[in-house]
């Protein structure tokens, strides 16, 4: 258990909806990443919130955002769902320095129909 | 700019072979280097890690990665595979950006298949 909590491990929903993904980092750790695993596109990372500030964006769309809350808990929020946004979507937590290593979540497996 | 690479993308061997997985990267200076591993259905798991120092590092599961300076190189290696070894494998780099920001890149992942 790498004690980093995703919720909900699984979501089917239609094209064009909203949905909420969330996180909630190990006990002591500041930053929270997110990460995006598809088929065609691997590992990719969305972004990153250290200690409630955004730290680093990676290949993030403009219909996804993410926010950091004061109790160090995340979510991330995707809109306008589109098929190809089917994916597992992964959480990741460190204390915040780059030699730390993240300490993964089980990921969420987004399905769009 | 840095970027890693895992030039195999499907590696089998048979149970009880020896592995080893190959990860290079591009960075000017020394970086900090991972290897995950992540089974069907589960998040990464880390294996091991280099920061410093000895350039021989054990990870969990019997496996050991080397850090190779010259050749820009942190492989993974293990002198006997079980088949529970079968997962997908992620090289990761960590270092600062250009922007002074921390940054962690993984690689594309290989595939390992255990034959019995």
């Known amino acids: 258990d790498s004690g980093v909590t995703q919720t909900p491990k699984h979501l089917i929903t239609a094209t064009g909806q909203r949905v909420t993904l969330r996180c909630s980092p190990r006990?002591?750790?500041?930053?929270v990443y997110w990460y995006q695993q598809s088929l065609d596109q691997g590992l990719q990372f969305l972004i990153q919130?250290?200690?409630?500030?955004?730290?680093a964006k990676g290949n993030i769309l403009e219909r996804f955002s993410a926010q950091q809350f004061p109790d160090l808990h995340s979510e991330l929020n995707l809109s306008s769902l589109e098929l190809g946004d089917s994916a597992l979507y992964f959480c990741a937590s460190s204390p915040g320095q780059v030699n730390s290593p993240l300490h993964f979540g089980n990921g969420t497996r987004l399905t769009v129909t | 700019a840095q970027s890693v690479t895992q030039p195999d993308i499907h590696i089998t061997v048979s149970e009880g072979a020896s592995l080893e997985l190959r990860c290079n990267y591009s960075y000017g200076a020394t970086p900090y280097l991972f290897w995950y591993v992540q089974s069907p259905g589960q998040g990464l798991q880390l294996l091991l890690k280099y920061f410093s120092g000895d350039t021989l590092v054990q990870g969990i599961k019997g496996f050991e990665a080397e850090f190779k300076r010259s050749q820009s190189s942190f492989n993974l290696r293990k002198p006997s595979v079980h088949w529970s070894d079968a997962a997908e494998y992620f090289c990761?780099?960590?270092?600062?950006?250009?922007?002074?920001?921390?940054?962690?890149?993984f690689g594309t992942g290989t595939r390992l298949t255990i034959i019995p």
């Open positions: 919130y250290y200690n409630g500030e955004e730290r």
């Open positions: 006990s002591g750790d500041l930053s």
């Open positions: 990761a780099v960590g270092f600062i950006s250009n922007f002074g920001n921390e940054k962690l890149t």
